[in-house]
């Protein structure tokens, strides 16, 4: 997947940071690549850009400026970014730890069910497969 060409990859290793009030001071509320979590990042972990969005992160670090990492966001941090995003409050000393996308959010993966979930995928009792099979489906009593 590509964006702005720019390779997208999932990240293989947890990031993880903690928030200073230095951070909060210079983070602006609903603003992807301000925040507090954005400040923070950037300044610890040697990143160039970053945009925090809802569910995932996309970050292009200093050593890699063409690849863009993708990580989730966990439930309870979305909940400290949501919070500061409505009222501006960022705890000090939190720490926040960006995890590799989950198997069922990775790029490539799957929406949905398997093949042949489906009762009509022709894999069924159709007249086509009895009479492929040359057995009937139902008992036949001979007669006596």
Known sequence: MRMFGLL?????????TT????????????DPTQCAIAQSLRR???IDKISIGANMVYVIKVNAPKTVERYAIADNDRLVIREFDRQGLFPCGYRVT???PPDKSKLG??????????KRS???NSALNRAARQTPTRHVATPA
Do not use: E, F, M, Y
Request: proline share 5%; charged share 20%.
């Open 8 to 16: 997208v990859v999932d990240a293989k290793k947890a990031l993880s």
């Open 19 to 30: 928030i200073t009030a230095a951070d909060v001071a210079n983070a602006v509320p609903s």
């Open 44 to 46: 610890h972990k040697g």
């Open 98 to 100: 960006l995890l590799p």
């Open 109 to 118: 993966a799957r929406s949905g069910q398997a093949h042949g979930t489906n």
């Open 122 to 124: 022709g894999k069924g």
